[in-house]
């Protein structure tokens, strides 16, 4: 029995030692000792680096100070995460150098022994240059430290062991830096590097697998966030959308356009970050998002003496909801704001005619949208905050208002069926 205790002993050691050498070799690659950079070009140039990464809507709690951390990010594992404090504290990045700051960045740790969590979106920023991580260190290290402490993440095990995430890193964490096309545009290049790298776009509106890695075959299609859904912005879902160039850049400035308005974690993204990117980086990811390398979107077919689809699904619907109360709780309940015909108010309202959210196909956000309410979204256009309707309108009467929007100001996407499909997204939304 001793023999036996003593050689699974070894193997455990032998085990533990191998997995420390592949947690070394691979986890954390080595990178050049550099100096922090000091001077004022370096430190502009990193906060203007730092809002394009929007590293302050995550690293900055409801009512705390800019960057240290603290802002709870539920998972769906069970339990959630705090956001680091990145200001230079000893309760943050003060104890860093530029090339430790680096490995965090691109490769999720800068040591064995303390992997983070890919809710820092390391999985996008390894495209981010090492140039351009010495120049956002360098902005964060001038600001002023905050000692503020971070409290403990809350994951249940087996989640809430660090060292699992190397083995996580090797199977889903990519660790090339970004590469220019050279058959594209200097502008969609950089638009490339900015909504796959910096900018982090795929972090939300990518679907992820069963272990929280963002399936990359379907990269930007949409996904779930939270309760609402980031939609499809690949070039074919854009197009389906009706967003032009033009819209787009207006959107990420003001945070709406005739597709519809920024809210939720977008929200923050448009206040934040895309509002104050120069004009030329708003124009870069537009380019870049709408001139993707996809199958073209479907436009439509017509048949039986040209009834289109959008027509069969209306005649099909009509047998499945009260279309005259759908009205009436539009007209009564929404049109005072959004307009009889569904054309807002410009800078005021949002038009609901062509709107991405009213048109979405399996309407969550549309549902979501009116039984929760939205607060003031838009950092350029004004909107206001719009009520709550779910203490006020049944299940049914969400149901029909839902198909009446749809039909209405949609553009030929099936909205729910009937309140069987309502009520599993907003029993969802209080899990």
Not at 172 to 199: I, K, T
Not at 343 to 352: D, E, H, R, T
Not at 392 to 418: K, W
Request: with cysteine; proline share 6%; charged share 15%.
């Amino acid at each position: 029995m001793g023999r036996v205790l003593k050689a699974l002993a070894t193997l455990g050691a032998l085990g533990g030692l191998a997995y420390l050498a592949f947690a070394y070799f691979w986890g954390v690659p080595a990178v050049e000792k550099r100096p922090l950079a000091t001077d004022q070009a370096s430190i502009d140039a990193g906060e203007y680096l730092t809002t394009l990464g929007d590293c302050v809507s995550c690293h900055t709690a409801e009512n705390g100070a800019s960057f240290a951390g603290g802002r709870f990010l539920e998972t769906p594992f069970g339990g959630g995460i705090y956001s680091a404090n990145i200001t230079p504290s000893a309760l943050g990045i003060g104890g860093m150098t530029s090339a430790e700051f680096y490995q965090v960045l691109a490769f999720g740790a800068d040591n064995i022994w303390a992997p983070i969590y890919p809710a820092m979106p390391y999985t996008s920023y390894h495209l981010v240059t090492r140039d351009d991580s010495d120049a956002m260190f360098a902005y964060l290290m001038s600001l002023d430290p905050v000692d503020a402490a971070v409290p403990e993440n809350t994951l249940p095990f087996p989640f809430n062991i660090r060292l699992s995430l190397f083995g996580w890193n090797a199977l889903f964490a990519a660790r090339h830096q970004f590469e220019a096309d050279p058959s594209r545009s200097d502008e969609w290049n950089r638009g490339a590097y900015l909504v796959n790298g910096l900018g982090h776009c795929g972090e939300c509106h990518t679907p992820r697998n069963a272990l929280g890695a963002l399936e990359n075959d379907r990269a930007l299609s949409g996904a779930q966030l939270t309760d609402f859904e980031a939609p499809d912005i690949t070039t074919a879902g854009l197009a389906r959308q009706g967003w032009t160039h033009a819209d787009l850049v207006s959107y990420f400035a003001t945070g709406a356009g005739p597709q519809g308005s920024a809210f939720g974690e977008m929200h923050l993204a448009i206040k934040n970050s895309l509002s104050k990117a120069e004009p030329g980086d708003r124009s870069a990811i537009a380019s870049y998002l709408l001139n993707l390398d996809t199958e073209p979107p479907e436009t439509g077919s017509t048949d039986d003496g040209g009834q289109s689809e959008a027509s069969a699904a209306v005649a099909q619907l009509s047998h499945t909801y009260d279309a005259a109360r759908g009205k009436s709780l539009y007209l009564s309940n929404c049109s005072l704001c959004h307009g009889g015909e569904g054309q807002g108010i410009p800078g005021v309202m949002p038009a609901l005619y062509g709107n991405s959210t009213v048109s979405q196909a399996d309407a969550v956000n549309l549902v979501l949208v009116i039984d929760q309410g939205l607060d003031a979204t838009g950092p350029g256009s004004n909107f206001g905050p719009m009520p709550s309707f779910g203490g006020r309108l049944s299940v049914a009467e969400i149901t029909d208002l839902v198909n009446y929007l749809s039909l209405q100001f949609g553009n030929s996407n099936l909205p729910p069926a009937g309140a069987e499909s309502v009520q599993a997204i907003l029993s969802e939304a209080q899990k």
